[in-house]
């Protein structure tokens, strides 16, 4: 959170209105909510926001939403290295295990906007073996004719997951 106070508190305000605005949405469309991150540091209001939302999504099956919330991929790995400590030996199972995203699919394609060429601490586990794909584009300005040219480039690629 290395940002100014008042764009902190406008992210929240954000936040807060969007889980109040879509829920309802959510629901109706059997969209489940999963947020990654360390959620729980938060302000009590939104935390109990997100608790709410989460079971109120729990059992929809449709489509699942995962939203990065005070999420930072080493901070996932430490409380995932500690959980699995604390079952016994360390092991990467142990580890996947209780990564954010242990309920998710596999990574297969990570786009990152903004001209960067840089995971900026983001799901630096989950992609080890995912395809990476860049464009200058600012996350506000990405179409959906954008996304198409990524998932286009992205079915050229020959997966081989750290093998030849």
């Given at each position: 959170?290395?940002?100014?106070?008042?764009?902190?508190?406008?992210?929240?305000?954000?936040?807060?209105a969007f889980i109040k605005s879509d829920l309802d949405e959510f629901a109706a469309n059997d969209v489940r909510l999963k947020i990654i991150g360390n959620y729980r540091a938060l302000a009590p209001d939104i935390v109990d926001l997100i608790d709410n939302a989460i079971?109120?999504?729990?059992?929809?099956?449709?489509?699942?939403?995962?939203?990065?919330?005070?999420y930072g991929s080493q901070d996932e790995l430490v409380r995932a290295a500690t959980a699995a400590a604390a079952?016994?030996?360390?092991?990467?199972?142990?580890?996947?295990?209780?990564l954010d995203t242990a309920d998710l699919p596999p990574l297969?394609?990570?786009?990152?906007?903004?001209?960067e060429q840089r995971l900026s601490n983001f799901m630096l586990w989950q992609a080890a073996y995912a395809e990476l794909w860049f464009t200058d584009t600012l996350w506000p300005d990405f179409t959906p004719a954008e996304f198409d040219t990524a998932l286009a480039e992205f079915g050229k690629?020959?997966?081989?997951y750290g093998g030849r």
């Open positions: 959170w290395k940002r100014p106070e008042d764009e902190i508190s406008d992210l929240m305000g954000l936040l807060r079971a109120r999504t729990a059992h929809n099956s449709r489509t699942t939403l995962a939203v990065a919330l005070n079952e016994g030996a360390i092991t990467a199972e142990g580890i996947e295990a209780h297969d394609l990570l786009i990152r906007t903004s001209g690629r020959e997966r081989r």
